[in-house]
Every structure is written in structure tokens, then in C-alpha cells.
């Protein structure tokens, strides 16, 4: 049962459409694809080039709906949300009525500053500047978890990206985060993409999976695919870290409803390094 869950169309910030990613999938043995455009809704109302435009959201899940075929994979609906601390009402009338079979949190943003951007916008500031970046995001995490919106908390550690590093000690900021994730029964995902970037690492690191896999949180495996060829990128990878972490289910995801798989039956056999 292999199935992958955070993943890009050009209804975002993707290379390809969703029937290209579906087509990819059926071609390399996915049985269960799930698309998760961004839908960014951010309090003033502006809209980042990366997000999918929140009048066409009707449009876009009939997109997505309309690749469910018989002799294909099984299709998911998701979106990529972000989370505004002290704006649920916002994402949750964003969000209401929507057939959607899970919905990714994430943190892309802090006030202006954007995370995941740039390595500049991190260089600009000094080090302070970045503790508190980094301490600011996993207060935003914890809000996220709590927020009762999500299913997945995305890139947990997103904030390593370009590699920059806390010089200060946060363990009691992500004992918080963590906490709440496990107390609101959300999920986190082994994000393959962090092994592409400058961190060179997955999200999340190795200790931090250790510390969700003692909590009793649930994981997905994904690629956070944004072209149909990295759909599986490195699952082998992922799923090693996972078992290594303790990890020996897989969440799946259905009309917001989880289950689990056991980890062995969801590593390729073919994977994709392209
Ligand atoms: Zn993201
Ligand atoms: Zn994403």
C-alpha cells in the first residue's frame, strides 16, 4: 500500500497537473495519491504567487475528483494550509464544507517573514534575530496543533531549511509544540524534500521523529512532490528513518478519518531518482 500525501499541481507552485501526477502514480504502482495544493489565507488578504487563488477552489477539487478512475490509483483531496495564529476563524470558513480528505498545517510565515523563502531573509538578521525566529516558529506550532484545524502538521522543522540553527536551548518551545500535537491526535509527516535542500536533511531530524514516535503521534510519508517524478523520491530513504525512529505504521487518510498501514507494506519497489 503505498500512498503519498503532500503533493503540488499547478494549481500552486507544481510543474505539473493533477492528471499528469495521477498518470505518474498509476505508472510506478501508487496506490494512493493524495493532492495538496497551498491555499494561502493570510489575515490581510494579500495572496502569495504560491498559492492556489481561493475563488478557485471549487475548481480545483473538481480537478482533482474528476481523476478518480477506476483503473487508476485511489485519488485524496487535500489542501496545504497555512496556519496565522489567532486567525481560525478565518481558515475555518476557508475550509467549511469542503470534501476534503485531509488538510496539511503548515508554517511557511511569521508575521512578514517568511520562512522558506530565501537564505537572505535569515542572513539579514543577526543572531538573536534568528532565535527568536526560530522559537517564534515552534510557538506557532504549538498554536497550529491546537487550533483543532489540521489532520497533518507539515515540515515540522521547517525552520532548518537553509540551515540556520538555534544558538539558544528551545527544548521547552518543542516539548510544548509536540505535546499539543499529540494531545490533538494530529499527525506529522517524514518530509523526503529537506534531503534537496541546503539543511540537507528530511523534516523532520532524526531526534525530533525519536521524540513524536515516544509521544505516540501518527507519521505519513511524503516527498512534498512539486513535479509527478519526485512523487516517491527517497520513500526508501524515509521509511528507514522511519523504522529507526520506532515508527511501524503509516497513517492514511480518508474524509479526515486516519488508519494505519504497517510500515513494510509501503516502500516502493522501484523508486525515482530523477
Ligand atoms: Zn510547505
Ligand atoms: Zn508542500
Known sequence: MIATYHNHSTWSDGKDSVATLVDWAADHDVDEIGVSDHLVLRPDGTLPK??????????????????????GPTVRLGLEVDWYPGHADLIRDGLDGLPLDYVLGSVHEIGPFVLDGSPASWDKLDAAGQDEMHRRYWIHMRSLAESGLFDIAAHIDLNKKFGHR?????????????????????????????????????????????????????????????????????????????????????????????????????????????
Open 50 to 71: 504560491w498559492s492556489l487563488e481561493p475563488a478557485r477552489v471549487g475548481d480545483y477539487i473538481a480537478d482533482v475528483l474528476a481523476q478518480r478512475r477506476a483503473d
Open 166 to 274: 538555534p544558538t539558544i536551548d528551545l527544548s521547552a518551545e518543542i516539548d510544548a509544540a509536540l505535546d499539543a500535537i499529540a494531545a490533538a491526535g494530529v499527525i506529522v509527516e517524514l518530509n523526503t524534500a529537506g534531503w534537496h535542500k541546503p539543511c540537507g536533511d528530511a523534516y523532520p531530524s532524526i531526534g525530533l521523529l525519536e521524540a513524536c514516535c515516544r509521544r505516540g503521534i501518527g507519521v505519513t510519508l511524503s516527498a512534498d512532490a512539486h513535479q509527478s517524478g519526485h512523487l516517491l523520491r527517497d520513500f526508501d530513504r524515509g521509511a528507514a528513518r522511519l523504522a529507526d525512529a520506532g515508527f511501524t505504521r503509516l497513517a492514511r487518510f480518508a474524509g479526515r478519518q486516519v488508519t494505519y498501514d504497517r510500515i513494510e507494506q509501503c516502500i516502493p519497489e522501484h523508486e525515482s531518482h530523477e
